[in-house]
């Protein structure tokens, strides 16, 4: 009995030993974080700089690798360092890129999300260091800490596209039934929702008046989306629909795709898996080069095009306004010279948790009836000697 007794009694201070240890390791953790917590101050204000931190998602598109350079020229321009990073599509990529940010005295932070809602903690980050944050194209969601969003007006994206569709098949003043099918945009990208409901709400009329058919049934947001838009999972998706619901024989018509990345893949789809040799309508957004090759050659219909640099222009010029404590509204468009529309919407953006002030430029569809006008001889694009198209920087 009195060795069971010794062994309990072990037991219990063995016991007691481990529990301290974990309550000092506890302790020293609840230490470590409220250090973390006392690191994020306001370091930037008053050490003579002005930093920018840019953020990009990736320099798999084009057009990221774009917006970076443009908005890096601008705000070097005015006198600002930039520190530009890209994110490589990896969400903690990113939230490193801009603790690194907060970290080496960043004023202002414009980001262009990987996930739109997988940041608050670090944007919560930024706020306590009086960081100020615009969203950049991508809306950041669920996170009071977003001062202003700039961007196209994307619904319009939507609108566009499928006012092309409805216009390439004379849908109004035709009795016929046309096939359709969807190519939507990444399903964390905020944006890809309003491409899609612009889309959607000006073609579903002539879905439900039967003239447009979707054979495939595949029309939600979900069913029709490309992760990380995708040039190749739009073309493996669209290459089973075309070997499912299109054989030999049945014609399809137009393939809605959100952005030129998806529209490569829907083109290719179709020279490996359609038999039939109608023309089909293809949509597209951005402005891709390979795309306008596309749009030269007669395989893509069209792109809506999105003039990076004006929305670097505006997102500066608010950055600045910020930055010289200002709290800009619609005046930062009446006190600008921009020689492009802009509009300030207060009441469409709501992240979920606020509703945030938007500056929203306009698109513009480009066809080869206009590309020369729109994209060539007001200088975006040019080419060499050879021909070879490129942008122009």
């Known amino acids: 009995m009195m060795k069971i007794k010794r062994i309990l009694i072990i037991s219990l201070l063995f016991s007691m030993i481990i529990s301290g240890c974990n309550s000092k390791k506890s302790n020293a953790d609840v230490d470590q974080n409220d ?48 520190i530009l990073r890209f994110a490589n599509n990896l969400i903690d990529t990113q939230a490193n890129d801009l603790r690194y940010m907060i970290k080496n005295g960043a004023d202002l932070l414009v980001i262009t999300a990987v996930d739109g809602a997988a940041l608050s903690g670090v944007l919560d980050e930024a706020a306590k260091a009086n960081i100020k944050i615009i969203a950049y194209d991508r809306l950041l969601m669920d996170s009071d800490a977003v001062d202003y969003y700039v961007s196209f007006d994307n619904y319009q994206v939507g609108v566009l596209q499928a006012n092309y569709v409805i216009d390439a098949l004379q849908l109004n003043s035709t009795q016929k039934t046309f096939n359709i099918e969807f190519v939507s945009g990444d399903p964390v990208d905020n944006n890809a929702r309003f491409f899609y409901g612009g889309a959607m709400d000006t073609l579903q009329p002539y879905i439900d008046a039967g003239t447009l058919q979707v054979l495939s049934n595949q029309t939600s947001f979900y069913e029709t989306s490309t992760s990380q838009w995708s040039t190749d999972l ?48 293809i949509t597209g957004q951005d402005g891709d080069i390979a795309n306008i090759y596309n749009i030269l050659n007669g395989v893509q219909s069209m792109t809506v095009f999105k003039a990076m640099d004006k929305e670097s222009v505006v997102t500066a010029d608010l950055g600045l306004a910020i930055l010289a404590g200002k709290k800009p509204n619609s005046d930062l468009i009446d006190a600008s010279n921009w020689d492009f529309d802009c509009d300030y919407n207060t009441t469409d953006y709501n992240n979920g948790v606020r509703t945030v002030s938007a500056y929203l430029l306009k698109p513009i569809t480009i066809t080869i009836d206009n590309i020369e006008e729109e994209l060539f001889d007001t200088g975006y694009y040019s080419r060499n000697t050879s021909g070879l198209i490129y942008a122009v920087e």
């Open 234 to 281: 739009a073309q493996q998706r669209l290459q089973i629909i075309l070997n499912s619901y299109y054989p030999k024989g049945t014609i399809i018509d137009a393939v809605l795709c959100a952005n030129d990345s998806t529209a490569l893949g829907a083109a290719r789809a179709l020279e490996a898996d359609y038999a039939e040799k109608n023309p089909v309508v």
């Open 35 to 82: 250090a973390q917590e006392e690191e994020i101050v306001d370091t930037h204000s008053n050490d003579g700089r002005t930093v920018v931190g840019i953020s990009m998602p990736d320099m798999l598109l084009e057009r990221w690798n774009r917006d970076g350079s443009f908005l890096k020229t601008q705000f070097e321009n005015d006198g600002c360092e930039v």
